[in-house]
């Protein structure tokens, strides 16, 4: 049974930050790639930030460019996602997935098709 176990959710104010941390098998980081997506309620799951195993290349999607980053820490098997400057519409739950040996992950990182493994998810609130 393949285990990704995301945590560093919470209930912040707008503007505040808050880092999630997505821990994988050892297997995993020889993966093609991570990734996070989010998803409020009523809502469909929405792809937010990928990573790729080899040269670091990251992806995001535009209305968290410039606010979210995705890193890893292969030593500790640990995908991150650094939030900043949370708005409200930021609210949802937070969801790690990974591509293990995927020879089509570049074609389908922002979809989730592009992916195997799903975490059971953090959430994060933004309220004022």
């Known amino acids: 049974q393949v285990e990704l176990v995301e945590s560093g959710g919470g209930l912040v104010q707008p503007g505040e930050s808050l880092r999630l941390s997505c821990t994988a098998p050892e297997s995993f980081f020889r993966a093609n790639g991570m990734g996070w997506y989010r998803q409020a309620p009523g809502t469909e799951r929405q792809f937010v930030a990928a990573?790729?195993?080899?040269?670091?290349?990251?992806r995001y999607a535009g209305s968290v460019k410039d606010r979210f980053t995705i890193s890893r820490d292969n030593a500790k098997n640990t995908v991150f996602l650094q939030v900043n400057s949370l708005k409200f519409e930021d609210t949802a739950v937070y969801y790690c997935?990974?591509?293990?040996?995927?020879?089509?992950?570049?074609?389908?990182?922002?979809?989730?098709?592009?992916?195997?493994?799903w975490g059971q998810g953090t959430q994060v609130t933004v309220s004022s």
């Open positions: 997935a990974a591509a293990p040996n995927r020879a089509d992950f570049n074609g389908y990182y922002y979809e989730q098709r592009g992916y195997d493994y």
């Open positions: 990573m790729w195993s080899s040269g670091g290349k990251t």
